[in-house]
Nanobody, 115 residues
Framework: QVRVVESGGGLVQTGGSLRLSCAASGSIYSIGTMGWGRQAPGKQRDLVASITSGGRADYADSVAGRFTISRDNANNTVYLQMNNLKPEDTAVYFC?????????WGQGTQVTISS
């Protein structure tokens, strides 16, 4: 079983920054892609950013240029640096990882941007 735990959410003002962290643990032989999704109230969960084990990153158009994803393969950890935050970034942010052809999601961390 794989456990995914996020941390680092909070409340910031428009234009501020936050850094989310996520650690995967458990029966892991090797982790593939890791990433982040987010879900605002009343909306579907959308992919925000992902990064392969080789370091290739992809971003949603809405966050490209403001968010940076990175990972530490040795510690099965992924980070999301979020800059120039906007009220529309308010959501619950979920971390995921892929292992053994399965996808594992965390419980989420709330990010709130005040205007």
């Amino acid at each position: 079983q794989v456990r995914v735990v996020e941390s680092g959410g909070g409340l910031v003002q428009t234009g501020g920054s936050l850094r989310l962290s996520c650690a995967a643990s458990g029966s892991i032989y090797s982790i593939g892609t890791m990433g982040w999704g987010r879900q605002a109230p009343g909306k579907q969960r959308d992919l925000v950013a992902s990064i392969t084990s080789g370091g290739r990153a992809d971003y949603a158009d809405s966050v490209a240029g403001r968010f940076t994803i990175s990972r530490d393969n040795a510690n099965n950890t992924v980070y999301l640096q979020m800059n120039n935050l906007k009220p529309e970034d308010t959501a619950v942010y979920f971390c995921f990882c892929t292992a053994a052809n399965r996808e594992y999601w965390g419980q989420g961390t709330q990010v709130t941007i005040s205007s």
